[in-house]
């Protein structure tokens, strides 16, 4: 049998199809745009599959055009990064428009989670914006703020107040390097408040798209002081998890 | 029936607009309650309609943003917004407004709610098992008693006292024997009829209509008229919603915990449950109704033990899986003490919780139901 987890995320669209052995057969990724449905048609046509779940901003919708069971985008990490890294007791999902930190059970399941609010502030499209504004093309933003021997501060963590501050930094002639630190310190120091309210030991597992950002992850397990896993394919761990969900209910 | 019924409450509600208005005529004075602290009960007592005031909807607040910090509970500026629009019909017949010095928001806004209507505050204390708290509530509500005689022309003595608390109290236990209702597995009533029901009730001037109209329903539910049919008995979640109060308007968590698939129960909150309590019609009026509204436990007492103890009964007797902890955004008091509920509900019933701040706006709703469903996949 072949399943297949659909992530309808609000940047991205990700499709994952496993097999019995719970082994990834295929998977694909698309920009959401402005029509999710017919996105999601056009990638669930290219593959074959018996079962499949949804989750992401779009599963209700996918829900009703599909008759598909859906699954929270919480549930659907958590399965996903538990999978990856047996015995993982916390997740750092960091997607396109939110971000949340997830602690598990030993059996996988969620225990407690912390979404962030209902802007964008901390999360990829943040990053994606400030990358853009600084003039950075967004697979770059990590590595040059690495770069940086220190990071300026940056206190809007709100994406147009930050936008002017970052504005009048550059203004002030600082260095693009600098300012593409302080803009990763602060997003990290949101996302440590947020996993220290679900769970105060043991290793990190990062998910979603911003993970693939070398930045982000090198400054997690700095600041963090615990180990931080990461994914081959960060931004695919959703799906993954809600392919294995399809297999689950049979 | 079901529909008989809402549609009667629907006409009951009409009527009573015509009531008020035919009763004031009559020279009757009307008085805005803004919180459950202050006993209507002095108002029955001189034959003043005890309204309680709108404040539950996402409309008025725009305007309320135009005097008021944006940055402040929605409750607070919805309540105010109905006043400066002068869109609350209850707001238009009461003669004068009674607040309580409940939270910092509410009692600064009453200073300019007198601009637009004789407002009056009590000085409510900020805990509840002092001598000096319950004697100084006591001599406030002393003062409030010849606010409202000042108002009515009647002078109130203790058998007008008693039998007020007597009609309050008959009032208050059908409210109770219909939140009662939800015990039984199915909960014969959906949240959202619920909140429906002791919504609209509230503002009934004869309150013997609205005890009648409660003791039918619960009649009726009993026989199962509201469960909806596509409900498989025992398979939906019960929730039990605590902190802020909802009322239409500010119930879409209510609705979307119904579309996710379980069911709100109960509501531990001053619209619904803190409503509960019973007034001794034995000692001295005054000195009971001091010391009962004195015991209501909201977040603005410290500390407020009250709430966990009726936290902890209703969870049992209401046999739920869950408990949904809402705060109003900036409203401090709920929301720091959420941090306290959640350890205590994890202790005591090994139950996670789930805390949501948020406002009356839709535009969170899917961040809402993402929070929502995950939670209830967690149960």
């Not at chain 1, 396109?96 to 996988?108: C, P, R, T, V």
Request: aromatic share 8%; with cysteine; charged share 25%.
């Amino acid at each position: 049998m072949r399943y297949a987890g659909i992530d309808i995320g609000s940047r991205s669209i990700e499709l994952v199809v496993v097999n019995d052995a719970c082994k990834v057969l295929c998977r694909f990724q698309a920009d959401t745009g402005f029509d999710p449905m017919a996105k999601a048609k056009k990638i669930v046509n290219r593959v074959s599959y018996d079962r499949i779940m949804a989750t992401g901003y779009g599963r209700n919708l996918f829900e009703i055009s599909f008759d598909a069971p859906t699954v929270t985008e919480i549930k659907a990490h958590a399965r996903g990064a538990w999978t990856l890294f047996p015995g993982s007791q916390t997740v750092l999902d960091i997607g396109g428009q939110d971000s949340k930190a997830i602690a598990l059970f030993e059996n996988g399941n969620v225990k407690k989670f912390e979404m962030n609010d209902r802007c964008a502030a901390g999360t990829g499209k943040f990053l994606e914006i400030m990358a853009g504004t600084l003039g950075f093309k967004i697979e770059d933003f990590g590595k040059e703020a690495l770069m940086a021997e220190k990071g300026l501060n940056i206190s809007s963590m709100c994406t147009v107040f930050a936008e002017s501050e970052v504005t009048s930094l550059i203004a002030k002639g600082q260095s693009r390097q600098e300012i593409a630190r302080g803009l990763h310190d602060s997003v990290i120091r949101r996302a440590i408040s947020m996993i220290n309210r679900v769970s105060s030991e043991g290793d990190i597992v990062f998910t979603g798209g911003v993970a693939k950002n070398l930045c982000m992850t090198t400054l997690l397990s700095e600041k963090l002081g615990r180990k931080v896993r990461i994914p081959d394919e960060p931004q695919f761990v959703g799906s993954f998890g809600a392919a294995l969900l399809a297999l689950e209910i049979g | 029936m079901k529909y008989d019924i809402m549609n009667k409450l629907q006409q009951i509600m009409e009527q009573n607009l015509i009531d008020i208005e035919q009763a004031k005529d009559r020279g009757q004075s009307a008085i805005g309650f803004y919180c459950l602290y202050s006993p209507m009960e002095l108002a029955v007592a001189a034959d003043a309609i005890p309204l309680p005031l709108c404040g539950t909807s996402n409309e008025p607040i725009a305007t309320a943003e135009e005097i008021l910090p944006r940055n402040l509970c929605p409750l607070i500026k919805s309540s105010f917004g109905f006043a400066v629009k002068d869109t609350c019909p209850f707001f238009r017949f009461s003669d004068i407004i009674i607040g309580d010095t409940t939270c910092d928001g509410k009692k600064k806004m009453f200073e300019l709610l007198s601009r637009y209507k004789p407002t009056h505050v009590l000085q409510l204390p900020q805990s509840q098992d002092t001598a000096m708290a319950l004697s100084l509530w006591r001599s406030e509500l002393e003062r409030f008693k010849k606010i409202v005689e000042t108002q009515t022309g009647v002078a109130i003595n203790n058998d007008r006292l008693r039998a007020a608390i007597r009609l309050m109290n008959l009032e208050r236990g059908a409210r109770k024997a219909l939140m009662d209702m939800n015990k039984a597995k199915p909960a014969p009533l959906s949240g959202s009829q619920l909140l429906e029901i002791l919504f609209k009730v509230g503002f009934l001037a004869d309150k013997e209509k609205g005890i009648s109209l409660m003791e039918e329903v619960v009649a009726e539910a009993k026989n199962g008229s509201f469960l909806s049919e596509d409900v498989v008995a025992g398979s939906r979640k019960r929730i039990l919603l605590t902190g802020v109060p909802v009322g239409l308007g500010s119930d879409k968590v209510v609705k979307i915990v119904e579309q996710s698939g379980a069911d709100v129960v109960a509501f531990e909150n001053c619209s619904g449950y803190k409503q509960a309590f019973f007034v001794d019609e034995k000692t001295n009026p005054l000195d009971a109704l001091a010391e009962q509204y004195l015991a209501t436990p909201c977040s603005v007492m410290s500390p407020n033990n009250g709430r966990f103890d009726l936290l902890k009964e209703m969870i049992q007797e209401f046999s739920v899986d869950g408990v949904i902890d809402l705060t109003w955004q900036a409203c401090h008091t709920y929301n720091v003490e959420a941090f306290r509920i959640e350890e205590f509900v994890q202790k005591t019933f090994g139950m996670p919780i789930l805390h949501l701040e948020t406002d009356y706006a839709e535009s969170d709703t899917e961040q809402l139901r993402v929070r929502i469903e995950a939670y209830l996949e967690m149960l």
